[in-house]
């Protein structure tokens, strides 16, 4: 079972960044690779996926052209980059891994991570 370990969460103000970092212990061939969150009192919700076997990532609809998902060229390490962040953003954030995406969610996924606190607010 692949291990997920996740990094970058913590405290930020409406309009701020954050990039969260999950780094994983090796990957299989083929794989979808992504991002969850759950907000306070919400269900979790799948955020972004990378298809290795597409190349293509695909992103909840309400975050596309704030929220981005994408490695540094190694395959285990991936990142998601939040821009102007609004106090709705914050939650917990999981990396996972699995067997493909169907759009922004990740198919039977086989890993979490630990999952990473981001909190919004003035």
């Known amino acids: 079972q692949v291990q997920l370990v996740e990094s970058g969460g913590g405290f930020v103000q409406p309009g701020e960044s954050l990039r969260l970092r999950c780094v994983s212990d090796?990957?299989?061939?083929?794989?979808?690779f992504g991002w969850f969150r759950q907000a306070p009192g919400k269900e979790r919700e799948g955020i972004s996926c990378f298809s290795s076997m597409e190349g293509a990532t695909y992103y909840l609809e309400s975050l596309k052209g704030r929220f981005s998902t994408f490695n540094d060229g190694d395959q285990n390490y991936l990142y998601l980059q939040m821009n102007n962040l609004m106090p709705e953003d914050s939650g917990v954030y999981y990396c996972a891994i699995g067997s493909s995406c169907s759009q922004e969610n990740i198919q039977s996924v086989t890993s979490w991570g630990q999952g990473t606190l981001v909190t919004v607010a003035s």
């Open positions: 090796g990957v299989s061939r083929h794989y979808g």
